[in-house]
């Protein structure tokens, strides 16, 4: 369920899967998981084992690669021998592969099982040649999370512009919260951050624009976007950089941190006791003129190896997955996401999951996450280390914007 991490491979053979484990038994399929951690794990093992059953004899050996070294390796993965199905992102993640003829074409399944789907997923699933290459599985949403109680506590209100935020913050110190829990030691959680005030100051255009490597990173607006960073950095939680995403979302879980900026997966890290305890609310409105019309809701889902052992029964599982039935199977053990098939039941969605799905639907526009939306080695390389530049040093954004700049334009050639 993760955002995704740096995910250009650019040295060592290590492949996530094994492919050419099933030696073409057309009684096996395998299958490239990237969901490492223990509920997300757990939740997609039993929606593949619910398919065994009904699959008319046809097994899947489950290989499952620690989350960040599967995106560090996608890319000799794929080139190698990959498993029969595998994990991946939609938008431009799935299209960078596809364009290299990396993965299979699903345009006949997506004939199939479209129907299920939004016009938006289908987009995001298809590559620039107008084919699809990916079937979404689950979506979740990116915002501000926070524990229902302590806010009711302390008479807390969802600020609804920068200097409420701001307010709020200013608040939760001196009721001694730190007001942001924050991490940044495994290179993507602070993308989240990035995004959010990109696109709530410049817009959704700009923001996509500049990712594509249309824009120039020394812009006076991306400048803007990190001078406003650098008056909440105050008020995020110290020492990120030696922090990992699950440790800051103790901290709000324990009542330690007021908020979180986070994908729903912090939910992941609360006992189930307390997961009707978690709400949020949409990053508050930067420019009135974009307001809060944008929101981060990344795809998760599969794509087909480009020569899968075993086609028929590769495609077989795809379907399956596009289903309502394991998608919601999937969420009884990770409640922090929702289905994507339009006709999944909601009526078993917590009050978390259903405020997800309606920001969701009435999102104007929807971006994935920055390690999602731009070239694989710029969001390795040029974001990772700049982003982390900037947290070390917040006065440095003059010296961090032009590397960024100079690394756009070798890749974005």
């Not at 040295?11 to 094994?18: D, M």
């Not at 990959?82 to 994990?87: G, S």
């Not at 950095?233 to 979180?260: C, D, I, T, V």
């Not at 394991?326 to 339009?342: E, H, M, R, S």
Request: hydrophobic share 35%.
């Amino acid at each position: 369920m993760l955002a995704g991490a740096g995910v250009a491979a650019t040295g060592g053979l290590a492949a996530c899967g094994g492919g050419s484990s099933s030696g073409g038994d057309s009684k096996v399929v395998t299958f490239g998981n990237n969901l490492s951690d223990q509920v997300p794990k757990d939740a997609i093992t039993a929606a593949v084992k619910a398919f065994e059953k009904n699959s008319g004899g046809l097994s899947v050996t489950i290989n499952t690669k620690q989350h960040e070294q599967y995106q560090e390796q996608i890319n000799n993965y794929l080139q190698g021998k990959p498993d029969d199905v595998l994990a991946w992102f939609a938008g431009y993640r799935m299209r960078f592969f596809a364009d290299q003829g990396l993965t299979g074409d699903l345009s006949d399944l997506w004939g199939k099982v479209g129907g299920g789907y939004s016009d938006a997923l289908k987009q995001a699933s298809t590559g620039t040649d107008g084919k699809q290459y990916f079937i979404p599985f689950t979506q979740y949403a990116w915002g501000m999370f926070y524990r229902k109680s302590v806010w009711q506590e302390k008479g807390y209100t969802a600020p609804k512009t920068l200097d409420e935020l701001v307010a709020l913050c200013t608040k939760m110190k001196t009721d001694g919260l730190i007001p942001i829990a924050f991490a940044q030691k495994q290179g993507w959680p602070g993308m989240g951050t990035f995004d959010q005030l990109n696109f709530r100051t410049n817009g959704y255009q700009f923001h996509v624009d500049l990712l594509a490597g249309k824009e120039d990173w020394q812009d006076k607006r991306v400048k803007d976007v990190f001078d406003t960073w650098k008056r909440l950095l105050p008020f995020h939680q110290e020492n990120a950089l030696g922090r990992e995403w699950q440790e800051a979302a103790q901290s709000l879980q324990q009542k330690k941190s007021g908020m979180y900026l986070l994908g729903a997966f912090v939910g992941q890290q609360f006992p189930d006791n307390e997961k009707d305890d978690l709400d949020f609310f949409p990053f508050p409105e930067i420019n009135p003129t974009h307001g809060t019309d944008t929101v981060e809701a990344p795809i998760d889902g599969y794509m087909l190896a480009k020569k899968p052992s075993n086609q028929d029964g590769a495609l077989k599982l795809l379907e399956y997955l596009s289903s309502a039935e394991p998608q919601l199977a999937y969420l009884k053990a990770d409640p922090t996401a929702v289905a994507t098939n339009q006709k999944a039941d909601q009526s078993g969605y917590s009050a978390l999951q259903k405020k997800v799905a309606d920001t969701i639907k009435n999102a104007k526009h929807i971006t994935q996450f920055l390690d999602r939306d731009t070239d694989p080695g710029f969001a390795s390389e040029a974001a990772t280390n700049g982003l982390i530049a900037f947290i070390k040093d917040p006065n440095s954004v003059d010296s961090v914007l032009k590397g960024m700049a100079d690394q756009a334009k070798n890749i974005f050639k």
